[in-house]
């Protein structure tokens, strides 16, 4: 079996299956009657192989779901129900720096107890994934930003991971570097099968990339609206189609920030 | 697997390779033995002014000069001592000492650290503790040790093992303490439970604190075993200490400073050449040494 065939077509999920099923979630922080509730009662499913993009204002507790749902955090009331691993990506690309570029994806292999062969010809695979055969032996410190954030992207994939949880990744990259790893995300996502649920609060970005896109409320964080992509991919995040989507989408959240402009 | 890994040779991937290249750093070529003079002459230069203020102080005849020799006699004795027998022999009891002491220390205060760092109840009772002890001069624990163990190197390892145990346990605990939390979120959510996470994501993450504990433990260990030597002095043991309280003994001035220069050389290439390098070493794999 390959590395980055992660969809297998026997064992995997069949397309439109359900993989992650959130359902009626609370989550709560802080001593119960003087606690601050993140989470309201916010229910949501992705299908397999979907990219699904969770957009909202701050305080609409995307970063808590993704957290609940990776197994992080633990959930206050509801239910969170995933068929297959899920792997978590955050803005920093949160390397280790003592290892180098291949270490850092061998290294949920060796969690995995992956004998020493396999890890070795699956980080091989991995690195030509991500375009960065070549860097393997270089050391987090040594690569660009966005050279950093395609390693942990790799490194997620090598816990074969059937969900992809990413937060914010590209926030902290330049737009020029962002546009580019938008088109690397999408093919390894058509090449690799993997489902996506990505967390951003750039509603380009979102069209750019989602199937479909969820907006968040916030304080406490539900489901205020959905919206599908019909948009043929790949997508120009310049162009007319995009903005007006995303101008749409915009306004819906910019409601949702009005709502909270008396306290 | 080889349509899946299949990469278009296309403007995306010319673009991706190209700003890949553009972000690397340039770091430009280094004349190796230009950086070695230029870190090496001011330490030379600092070495030749000591000498000089030295014998600037013998020549005003402020002591005689069977107290007070210059350099050069003391340099000659040197050079005679270290050929001879008895200081070799005197080094090497002072070093086996100096490193089953260091040893112990590094034993013991690995575990309390470890302990520590795992017990919540642990660490408030006792973690202010440790640093309190840091603060007791090491040799004011001799007459305590003497009457515990007697004139005898267990007294002597006892007091190194107080002196250096503490910063070695705090050095592990203040590493364990500053590791980014993103870091240790990042090895949960790939799959580090129990000894893995421990053995791949805490201790290596905690390495250069650790490092820092062990070099300021070894500072002590080498305070403490020479406080030692000169208080509990073993007959049958020539050791270096008991060279410096001899050579005191017989107004042998000339031998003593010798004695004293080679105290110092010990510790100072313990100190840069063992651990600095590894200190070195690790701030350069993690990229904290700016090039």
Redesign the interface.
Known sequence: M????LADPIQGPRPDEIVLSVRDVHKAYGPSGNHVLALEGISLEVRAGEFVCLVGASGCGKTTLLNLV?G?DQLSRGQIRISGRT??L?Q?A??????TAAQNIE??L???KTPRGRRHTEVD?LL??V??DG?GDK?????????RQRVAVA?ALA?HADILLMDEPFGALDA??RD?LH??VE?IWR??GVTIVFVTHNVREAVRLGDRIIVLTSRPGRVAEEFTVDLPRPRNISGPEVAELAYTVTERLRAEVRRHADG | ?AD?????NGK??Q???G??NL???LRPGVDRLRGLWSGLWPKVAAVGIVLLVWQLIVWAHVRPEYVLPGPVTVLERLAADVTGPDLPRATLITLQRAALGFGLALAIGTLLGLAIVRSRTLRSAVASLITGLQTMPSIAWFPLAILLFGLNETAIMFVIVLGAAPSIANGLIAGVDQIPR??L??G??????GY?SYR??IF??A?PSFVTGLKQGWAFAWRSLMAGELLVIIAAQQSIGVRLQFAREFSDAPGLLATMIVILFIGIVVDLVLFGTLDRA?RR???LLGS
């Open positions: 390959s590395a980055v065939a990776s992080l792997s978590l955050f920093e949160a390397l280790f720096p003592w290892l290294l949920p060796r969690f995995a695979e030509r994934l375009r960065l860097f050391r987090p410190h040594e690569l660009s930003g966005g050279m490194r816990q020029m570097t580019l088109d690397e093919r090449e690799t | 697997m899946v890994v299949r990469l278009p995306l991937d673009e991706i390779r700003l890949d972000e690397l750093p993103i870091l979120r990042a949960q959510v790939l799959g580090a439970r893995d791949h994501v290596p993450a390495l690790i794999r993690w990229g």
